[in-house]
């Protein structure tokens, strides 16, 4: 079993910046895939970014494809997710999920594990 705790979300301005950090317990996090998702109130969860067990492959929605960054530190067990020019519509609770798998996948139903999230707000 592996347990996900999210933390760094906030309230920051358009074009502002944050650091999502995902700590999960465990042994067997550096054989997973992680992924980040999000949920706007009245909106599905949708799909953010996600890494391979390594580290070696990153793949991102398009909405955020280049001011998100996905990274991972497999000695401190913690996933990350920067984000930059954040704009209003990236506004959402953001859940980190883990898969019993080493490779990355963009689907919900891949995932096996979730944290309860962090509300990011970004205001215009």
């Known amino acids: 079993q592996v347990q996900l705790v999210e933390s760094g979300g906030g309230l920051v301005q358009a074009g502002g910046s944050l650091r999502l950090s995902c700590a999960a317990s465990?042994?067997?996090?550096?054989?997973?895939?992680m992924g980040w998702f999000r949920q706007a109130p009245g909106k599905e969860r949708e799909f953010v970014a996600a890494?391979?067990?390594?580290?070696?492959?990153?793949y991102y929605a398009d909405s955020v494809k280049g001011r998100f960054t996905i990274s991972r530190d497999n000695l401190k067990n913690t996933v990350y997710l920067q984000m930059h020019s954040l704009k209003p519509e990236d506004t959402a609770v953001y859940r980190c999920?883990?898969?019993?798998?080493?490779?990355?996948?963009?689907?919900?139903?891949?995932?096996?594990?979730w944290g309860q999230g962090t509300q990011v707000t970004v205001s215009s």
């Open positions: 465990g042994r067997t996090f550096s054989s997973y895939a």
């Open positions: 999920a883990g898969r019993q798998d080493r490779l990355l996948a963009g689907a919900r139903r891949e995932y096996d594990y």
């Open positions: 890494i391979s067990w390594s580290g070696g492959s990153t």
